[in-house]
């Protein structure tokens, strides 16, 4: 028995580290995402450029400052994406799929969204399929990210 508590105690304190470094994540559709946070207009405006890759079960997640019509572009990104708009309440109100890298510079079209959004996630493309997301779900933000 005390082996089983010394046990716990060391995978307790393992843990402890990985649970209070407070590294930003979300969860959508029962998946968790380890995420940058871009939540001014210098981080906003480089997003993901000039990244040759993005490791699975990560992505970017852009907060604006209110709720208005966003519209995403590809511009030096090299990797290609799934563009997640979400709503104030963090409900997911437009998706754009699979969409290809761009070395076009102002070139580059825009992903519009098809509702005001607060919230943009960028993923590796296809894993809003991989999921099955469906417009409406929400999206849950780790204690670590403070949304004004």
Known sequence: MRAIRLLM????AALL???????????????????E???NDEARARGL??????????????V?????????????T??????LYFDDERRLVSQQ????????????????????????LELNAGEARRIGL???EVLTLSPSIHVP
């Open 9 to 12: 105690l060391c995978l307790f």
């Open 17 to 35: 580290p990985a649970c209070a470094s407070g590294a930003p994540w979300v969860e959508l559709a029962g998946h968790r995402y380890q995420v």
């Open 37 to 39: 946070i871009a939540d």
């Open 49 to 62: 450029m000039f990244r040759d890759t993005l490791a699975e079960g990560h992505g970017m997640l852009f």
């Open 64 to 76: 604006h400052e209110s709720e208005a019509p966003q519209a995403y572009w590809m511009k030096n």
């Open 78 to 83: 090299r990797i290609a994406l799934d563009i």
């Open 97 to 120: 799929r699979d969409v290809p890298p761009c070395s076009g510079g102002n070139r580059c079209p825009s992903y519009p969204s098809q509702a005001p959004a607060r919230y943009v």
């Open 134 to 136: 469906r417009d409406g």
